[in-house]
């Protein structure tokens, strides 16, 4: 089973890393870019659980270790058997 | 148009931080995970531009900015239309 764990910035916490990355893009011609968010994504890869399961311990590690949920939100994906 | 782009050390490079990650979870109970790969997310708003475009854009980034390319791998992802 694998599973990608993404944390962001709260949408009302101030995202500094975000900011600076949208104005360097700008700098450098991307002017395009109107927003930034800048998170981190963690790519896990775990033993034979079923989804459910999954699901519940991959949430389970955000909120013990991945995420700090004062300032951060996280999403957990699963993406189906390990690839062997 | 909204996008994710991830950036993952290469697999052939050490992850001494998806490393560490995996260590700190196998000590507090989560011993199912197997291995984690550590790296950054960006959500990435840009003004209206057709997907093909975006994608050639989002690349670009990627490889003048975003992503150190000798020792990092990028993926990136359209995720449709801004949200209103």
Known sequence: ???????YPRREILDPQGKAIREALAR????EVREVRAGKSFEIELG???PARAG??????????LAN???????VELEGPARS
Request: hydrophobic letters at 40%.
């Open 1 to 7: 089973m694998k599973a990608r764990v993404t944390v």
């Open 28 to 31: 450098v011609g991307f002017e």
């Open 48 to 50: 034979d659980l079923d």
């Open 56 to 65: 519940e311990r991959l949430r389970e590690m955000c909120e013990r270790l």
């Open 69 to 75: 949920t004062v300032v951060e939100e996280y999403v």
